[in-house]
């Protein structure tokens, strides 16, 4: 008697649910964090899968835009998936300078190895709140005025 074994696949329709591995903070990271100064706020983390529904980005803007609103230093971070899979860590800092706030966005897609350049370093002058492309019903916020941070200028001010 002859046994047959079949395999059967099954396409999937709907979301990838893997989660973005964390990577560690890069040295960029250290620096901005340096530069935010003394007493600066954890705003937490989002770490959710590709489409991921739960506003748990939102929730980390909310705490930046309070502290980006009162001018006091902070920290967020997120984690996100490339369509590859790579995970991608964007830390986003409120910085005190000179009398008001700039946010501090620090992007490192070196997981992805066709990222050029692997870490991005941005500096905009505020934000405002847009839909979140996941979740019509949740809020991110939307970096405006934005230009390469340059380290020397933050370093020259302290």
Avoid: N
């Avoid at 395999?7 to 620096?31: K, T």
């Avoid at 530069?35 to 600066?40: D, I, N, S, V």
């Avoid at 954890?42 to 980006?68: N, Y």
């Amino acid at each position: 008697m002859k046994r047959y074994c079949w395999l059967l696949f099954i396409p999937a329709c709907g979301q990838d649910s893997r989660l973005p591995a964390e990577l560690p903070p890069s040295d960029a990271v250290q620096y901005w964090a340096k530069q935010a100064g003394r007493g600066l706020q954890d705003c937490g983390q989002s770490r959710a899968p590709h489409g991921d529904t739960s506003c748990t980005l939102q929730k980390v803007h909310e705490c930046l835009h309070a502290a980006l609103t009162a001018c006091r230093p902070a920290q967020g971070v997120s984690f996100t998936l490339t369509g590859e899979g790579d995970t991608i860590r964007t830390d986003a800092f409120v910085i005190p300078r000179a009398g008001t706030c700039v946010i501090t966005l620090v992007e490192d897609r070196s997981a992805d190895p066709l990222a050029k350049p692997p870490i991005l370093e941005r500096e905009c002058r505020s934000a405002s709140w847009t839909p979140s492309p996941g979740e019509s019903t949740c809020q991110e916020l939307a970096p405006i005025d934005c230009g390469r941070a340059a380290r020397s200028a933050a370093t020259s001010e302290k």
